[in-house]
């Protein structure tokens, strides 16, 4: 058995803390800031074992080195971006696995946002920690690979099983949602999740884990293969990606 604890950082960021119940091995999953996830460990009594790191920006990273000093840990990255990450003890790529504990975390390169990011899937633990390739609502902006990267990356998530956990890297969904009303104004699965996301946004709730089901039901970037949404782009004869490229573009400069 695993559990899954959402640990808000900085002003908006998600860092995650994946705990498998059979061994007692804890990953956290990025790095903002030390403090809420050594806070969030203590509170449970448990001990770090691993940190695996989804790509190298600052507000995913810039807490490890005071998050070791407290808690040492195994820390796992991405080969492809080791050369801008922090030291890591095991270098991945996609296909290899992750071990924490008895749970087993399949690597997947998700490039877009960066080039070298990766997501890690634990099928044992019906869970993907995504960052800032898939999110909720959105996609991450694309400062450095290609619409095309980011489509594959997104249409890879896409497969997994549905009923699946989506752990995003940030609290962006109210303001995803404004621009995803935009694409599918008359979608009955989006207007409900607007509401929502404003009543947990009110109560002071996060909206991070979604489920990739209701990404698949509501999410303008992964449904950018549906007619339906070509058809709101009034391009019914463009392809998959020729979409996903006009949606993230209009995401741009909303």
């Not at 070298?116 to 694309?142: E, Q, W």
Request: glycine content about 6%; proline content about 5%.
């Amino acid at each position: 058995m695993a559990q899954i604890v959402t640990v808000p950082c900085l002003k908006d960021n998600y860092a995650f803390l994946l705990h498998d119940e059979t061994t007692g091995a804890t990953a956290c999953i990025d790095v903002p800031e030390a403090a809420p996830i050594l806070a969030a460990l203590d509170q449970r009594g448990w001990i770090l074992s691993d940190v695996i790191l989804t790509h190298h920006h600052w507000d995913h990273v810039d807490g490890l080195t005071d998050l070791l000093a407290a808690a040492p840990a195994r820390v796992w990255g991405a080969a492809a971006d080791a050369h801008r990450l922090p030291p890591l003890d095991h270098a991945v790529a996609e296909g290899d696995v992750v071990p924490i504990g008895a749970l087993s975390g399949e690597v997947l390169d998700v490039s877009g946002h960066t080039v070298g990011h990766i997501a890690l899937y634990f099928a044992d633990a019906g869970a993907v920690f995504t960052a800032d390739s898939l999110m909720a609502l959105g996609c991450g902006r694309l400062f450095e690979g290609s619409t095309d990267q980011m489509w594959a990356s997104l249409s890879k998530l896409a497969t997994l099983p549905p009923e699946t956990l989506v752990c995003s890297g940030h609290e962006y969904t109210a303001s995803n949602a404004k621009f995803a009303i935009t694409i599918e104004p008359a979608n009955p699965d989006l207007i409900s999740r607007i509401e929502a996301i404003d009543a947990a946004r009110a109560a002071g709730q996060a909206t991070v884990p979604s489920t990739l089901a209701t990404e698949l039901a509501t999410n303008p970037f992964l449904r950018a293969n549906l007619s339906v949404v070509k058809t709101a782009m009034d391009m019914q004869d463009a392809s998959d990606a020729q979409v996903f490229a006009a949606i993230r573009a209009r995401k741009d400069t909303f």
